[in-house]
């Protein structure tokens, strides 16, 4: 076990152990502080683009107006989208430091393709080309419904590092890492270097969780409300337990934070988690002492009171839960789409306005 100096952070320690995590986010003032803290890479995605701007409207406001200048002709879509790439560039810059520094194994941003592309397979490739292309280090998210996925092994299968995102159960992870494989072989296959192909599979654990609370509000289901923070963790760990003895390339990745249990819980050496900055800050100011817990089982009765009375945790921790058809229609999928696309059409609205202020054009 790695020697803990009192004078560590909690997550240095999580990084000295060797369990890797990112910042969920690309605003460049929270990454520099994360890197710093043992950060590996970060995340982006509408909703987060457009919480970046408006945190650092001084520093990016006066690069869109920049944008708008110089393509008059250009929609909304178009200026979002040269914003989305200037933003995705400069934190990939921050990054990349860590990429060189381990040949290209770590150090990457994931950069999520437009979500209103969700029912259209082409679209979602064509844009992850575009993306894939702004710097070396930045890798692909697109949803793990059965478009997204088979999105996803067509990237892969060009060459471009992904990572399934809109992922709630062992079904979709396993289903995305198969495409992965599938696509890493068809790259092999081609004479595409696959060596550093290494994608991700995200579950978004708090995610799981806010879906069994809609359901125990909606049904008045009876039952312990603690044990719905274990949802997300026990899936993740069932997910975990499936792809070490299949050695899937894709690398586990855990997202959207709820409690603490989301981090404490879920910290291994063969996975990932991508930490909000509010999160890793009160992680760091909490008394818990980070450990290798990833192995450590979910309690039985907890196990067995969410599977009784939830049909949606069934489907999230069945392998057999959910067929490829069924992901899209899923609880927490259609509300994560729903918020997603509400936060690219946020960020088209912020451009509109200052597309149509007389002081920019």
Not at 30 to 42: C, I, M
Not at 286 to 296: D, G, K, Q, V
Request: contains cysteine; glycine residues 6%; negative net charge.
């Amino acid at each position: 076990m790695a020697e803990v100096s009192l004078s560590q952070t909690k997550m240095q320690v999580m990084s000295n152990l060797g369990a890797d995590w990112w910042n969920d986010s690309c605003a460049t003032d929270e990454l520099s502080q994360a890197a710093q803290e043992g950060a590996v890479g970060a995340t982006s995605n509408p909703v987060i683009v457009s919480a970046a701007v408006k945190s650092q409207e001084e520093l990016w406001l006066p690069v869109l107006d920049k944008i708008i200048q110089d393509n008059p002709s250009d929609t909304e879509d178009d200026i979002a989208w040269k914003l989305i790439a200037t933003i995705g560039k400069e934190a990939a810059k921050l990054l990349y430091p860590v990429y060189e520094r381990t040949n290209g194994e770590k150090g990457y941003l994931s950069m999520q393709v437009n979500p209103k592309f969700y029912p259209n397979k082409d679209l979602m490739v064509k844009q992850g080309e575009f993306l894939s292309s702004l710097a070396p280090n930045i890798a692909i998210k697109a949803p793990a419904t059965e478009t997204g996925i088979a999105a996803i092994e067509e990237m892969t299968a060009l060459g471009i590092r992904v990572n399934a995102t809109v992922s709630f159960s062992v079904s979709q992870a396993v289903a995305a890492a198969e495409a992965m494989e599938r696509g890493i072989k068809r790259a092999k296959d081609n004479g595409i270097e696959t060596e550093n192909i290494y994608p991700y599979v995200t579950i978004m654990v708090g995610r799981i969780d806010d879906q069994l609370r809609r359901v125990r509000e909606s049904e008045e289901i009876d039952i312990d409300p603690t044990f719905i923070d274990w949802a997300g963790v026990a899936v993740f760990k069932k997910t975990h337990q499936i792809f070490k003895p299949r050695g899937y390339r894709g690398k586990l990745l855990s997202a959207a934070y709820r409690n603490n249990l989301q981090w404490s819980e879920l910290i291994g050496v063969d996975v990932l988690q991508t930490i909000p900055y509010a999160w890793w800050n009160r992680f760091n100011d909490s008394t818990i002492t980070p450990h290798l817990s990833i192995e450590e089982p979910v309690d039985e009765e907890i196990l067995s009171n969410l599977h009784e009375k939830f049909s949606d945790f069934r489907k999230a921790y069945d392998e057999d839960g959910m067929e490829p058809e069924e992901f899209i229609h899923y609880g927490g999928t259609i509300n994560t789409l729903h918020q997603f696309i509400g936060g690219y059409l946020e960020l088209i609205e912020l451009v509109r306005g200052r597309m149509l202020s007389p002081g920019v054009q």
